[in-house]
């Protein structure tokens, strides 16, 4: 990539940027890229060439993070941070994530020859989806020196540790505390997103800017019952697992479809044994709770919570719930955020604010420093799904926002 690519260009490129990004996956045929995994290691070097290409001096954190500097003028100045993250959901489009990640690089690249009163770095983060260990938002939460220890022993789904899967891949678990950042030091933080709802197109809009990010709460559950002969058992006498998580299941719907703005997904269930002649004697499936109010999401974690419980007495199951995220919904930064929208205007964008549904890396760098997102639209709001779409010239919009954002906070440091 030469310096000073230009403007008109900007969409092209990340375009082409992202489907180079979108070759690494675990799984033939569809794109799977979960934390730490080959296919994870594989575009951490692709993002790394990228880098390299932009002009930045890269190194990898104790965390896998991928990180690109441009030094600043002296050694004390603050460094601006611009992210997003490399690992998908399972069958993921291949923008969420790796859009944010493309526009940094392109918009460091694009300011290469620009004075800047501050070092610049483009972060990208391997732990946001957390679909493979029970975490959350592990790799940023280490730069706001939010990392729990206790972490680093949960399994994935084979029964590997994290401790272990980093050690596979070349991290060492130790230099995890080094990751911290000096708030005093950081400047704020910046990630370009796909909007992943539907508001930006129905507005005509290429570029949004985001205003909060909904509060979430997610739990691994267990139902324990008895397996026994599915021609034998009378329905009377059976402890089936599966029967009483679909009532759960159904409860969950009910509840977060009556709760105001809120959302409640089960996204996993696996049953044991899982034979087509043996009632089930147990089922593991997910929670995922969001709501803007977080007076709202805790009413319906409870409600749920205690409902399945009661299900689970009057079915005589066991019922047990490991939560491993409560995340209160993080408003964005204001001066940031204008800075986006002055960005845009500069851009020659219109842009509306508006919340996010989806988390992101920016509610762990929000502890850290000043954080702020910008969201571009995607084709019918689809996103987690491999027909996830975004096009060439709202990608250009973007980027050439983050360059004139980038330029604003360069202009309010100087004064
Ligand atoms: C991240 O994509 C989330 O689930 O919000
Ligand atoms: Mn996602
Ligand atoms: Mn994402």
Not at 165 to 177: E, K, S, T, V
Request: proline fraction near 5%; aromatic fraction near 4%; glycine fraction near 10%.
């Amino acid at each position: 990539m030469a310096g000073n690519v230009r403007m008109d260009e900007m969409g092209t490129r990340a375009m082409a940027m992202i489907a180079d990004l979108a070759r690494h996956t675990d799984e033939p045929g569809r794109l799977t890229r979960l934390y730490l995994s080959p296919a994870h290691a594989a575009c951490a070097d692709a993002t790394a060439a990228l880098m390299r290409d932009a002009g930045l001096t890269v190194s990898r954190d104790a965390l896998g993070t991928i990180v690109g500097r441009r030094e600043g003028p002296t050694p004390d100045a603050p460094t601006l941070l611009i992210g997003s993250h490399i690992d998908s959901v399972v069958n993921a489009g291949i923008y969420d994530g790796p859009l944010g990640v493309v526009c940094g690089i392109l918009a460091a690249d694009a300011l290469r020859r620009e004075d800047l009163p501050f070092a610049l770095e483009i972060l990208a983060f391997g732990d946001e989806e957390n679909v493979r260990f029970p975490t959350s938002l592990a790799s940023s939460s280490a730069l706001a020196g939010d990392f729990r220890p206790e972490w680093l022993d949960g399994a994935d789904a084979d029964g590997v540790t994290l401790r272990e899967a980093l050690h596979a891949f070349g991290c060492d678990p130790a230099g995890i505390g080094a990751i911290a950042r000096d708030p005093a030091r950081t400047l704020g933080y910046l990630e370009v997103h796909i909007e992943q709802g539907p508001v930006l197109e129905a507005g005509d809009l290429a570029v949004g800017v985001v205003t909060a990010i909904n509060g979430a709460t997610r739990a691994r559950c267990t139902v324990d019952g008895t397996a026994g002969h599915a021609g034998t058992v009378p329905m009377g006498m059976r402890r089936d697992a599966l029967a009483a998580t679909a009532e759960m299941i159904a409860l969950v719907e009910r509840a977060g479809t009556a709760a105001r703005d809120a959302v409640a997904t089960v996204g996993v269930c696996t049953v044991e044994p899982g034979a087509l002649n043996v009632i089930p004697a147990r089922t593991r499936f997910t929670l995922d709770i969001r709501a803007p109010d977080d007076a709202v999401r805790a009413a319906l974690v409870d409600e749920i919570v205690s409902g399945c419980r009661a299900i689970a007495e009057r079915r005589g199951v066991a019922f047990a719930e490991e939560r491993f995220m409560d995340q209160a919904a993080t408003a964005m930064d204001a001066r940031l955020a204008a800075a986006l929208e002055t960005g845009a205007a500069r851009a020659g964008e219109e842009t509306i604010r508006l919340p996010s549904g989806a988390g992101h890396d920016a509610v762990a760098m929000a502890r850290l420093c000043p954080s702020a997102m910008l969201f571009v639209r995607c084709e019918g709001g689809v996103s987690h799904n491999p027909a996830e779409k975004i096009t060439a010239a709202d990608a250009g919009a973007a980027v050439r926002t983050l360059v004139e954002a980038v330029r604003v906070l360069g202009e309010g440091v100087r004064g």
